[in-house]
């Protein structure tokens, strides 16, 4: 969900539509920043959304423009509804929290295995691995037949399931989550986010492999927290290190959590209860015209558009390209120290420690160029 003349993406498909039918006058088709244009959440490629709210001003040629928009985009983006504001009403700025939602095969919890990893590929398909300083390849195959249909008859115990949940509740709160986004330093205020709960479902079942949902919702993440946050407990949980490691990477030193898949990653809804209950103190009058900001009134169709449209693709993109896979092999398979962490003590070795420009030491990993966002 962002704007982007040069690519396709949800954002522009609903612009366009909203100026065929009318709701954006052809003056300012050209520049959203005239209409004050502004969404809740940015939500990258390959990153799901079930919900996410805009604000603009809004023309009403028609008294119920959601028909005729939807009729203009395709079938897998919906407007659900659409409410009149405060004219000072800002679709990031009013929102209280985000809602995301996070799933993942419970065979994630298969423990860690040792690989033979080959100078020069042996195949098309093998996994490319990289050591500490980022240069040095090394290849690792792929999982076999045989290997994948044992990964999906994986069933996680009841204890394993608790140890993840434990894990998880260790990011309730406020925490410094530096290490959990990419370019920041350790003392950067900006990095400390409030996380207000994290759920863990019990397993649902499809097409014979298990799978988990996430629930969790904070006040406003960083670019790839969530996915670094559910790989953290992941890793922590599979390799058996204590769950004290988890505190530690609050402290003031860098080190390397690979992020999850992204396929995984879904926007549940914003949540927009302050504004909403602001609503409730004006007059009769006023509240006729200001309606609140919620989904709760379209929750069945919400559901239906998920089950359709992202949970059939999350499910269907895992059997085809087994990213999980992939990306537990390639923590597995990783020569180094980076991961070192990963240990019986829950204590950070300093060879794990990344040096950058934000400690007035020499760089030794290439991670704080890149742009800062919203969580995907």
């Excluded at 050209?30 to 604000?55: L, Q, Y």
């Excluded at 390209?321 to 019986?344: C, I, K, P, Q």
């Amino acid at each position: 969900m962002q704007m982007n003349k040069d690519a396709k993406t949800i954002e522009g498909a609903l612009f366009d539509a909203m100026v065929k039918v009318g709701a954006i006058s052809k003056a300012n088709s050209e520049d959203a920043s005239k209409i004050n244009w502004m969404r809740t959440a940015r939500t990258d490629k390959g990153v799901h959304a079930a919900c996410n709210v805009v604000s603009c001003k809004m023309a009403f040629p028609v008294e119920d423009m959601t028909p005729l928009i939807n009729a203009e985009l395709p079938e897998q983006i919906r407007v659900w509804n659409y409410v009149q504001t405060a004219r000072s009403f800002h679709a990031k700025v009013a929102c209280d929290s985000r809602i995301y939602e996070y799933l993942l095969p419970s065979y994630a919890f298969a423990p860690p295995k040792k690989y033979i990893l080959t100078t020069e590929p042996t195949s098309d398909t093998d996994v490319m691995v990289s050591g500490d300083n980022g240069q040095t390849k090394r290849y690792v195959a792929r999982s076999t037949a045989e290997e994948l249909a044992t990964l999906d008859s994986y069933r996680i115990d009841q204890d394993t399931l608790e140890r993840f949940r434990e894990a998880l509740s260790m990011f309730v709160g406020t925490h410094n989550f530096h290490n959990y986004t990419i370019g920041r330093s350790p003392t950067d205020n900006s990095s400390n986010r409030y996380i207000m709960s994290i759920k863990v479902d019990d397993p649902i079942y499809i097409n014979g492999c298990e799978w988990l949902s996430v629930k969790l919702q904070g006040q406003s993440f960083m670019l790839h927290q969530i996915r670094k946050m559910v790989s953290m407990a992941i890793l922590t949980v599979r390799s058996k290190t204590p769950l004290k490691i988890i505190k530690n990477s609050f402290d003031n030193v860098r080190i390397n959590i690979p992020k999850a898949p992204a396929v995984g990653l879904l926007l549940e809804r914003p949540v927009f209860d302050s504004f909403n209950k602001s609503l409730q103190m004006k007059d009769a009058t006023f509240n006729a015209v200001r309606e609140p900001v919620e989904f709760h009134p379209y929750k069945d169709e919400i559901e239906a558009f998920k089950q359709k449209w992202i949970y059939s693709t999350i499910f269907a993109a895992e059997a085809v390209e087994r990213g999980f896979d992939t990306f537990l092999r390639t923590v597995d398979a990783h020569f180094g120290h980076e991961f070192n962490y990963l240990n019986s003590d829950g204590e950070i070795p300093d060879e794990c420690i990344v040096y950058t420009k934000f400690s007035g030491q020499t760089k030794k990993k290439d991670d704080s160029e890149d742009e800062i966002g919203a969580e995907e």
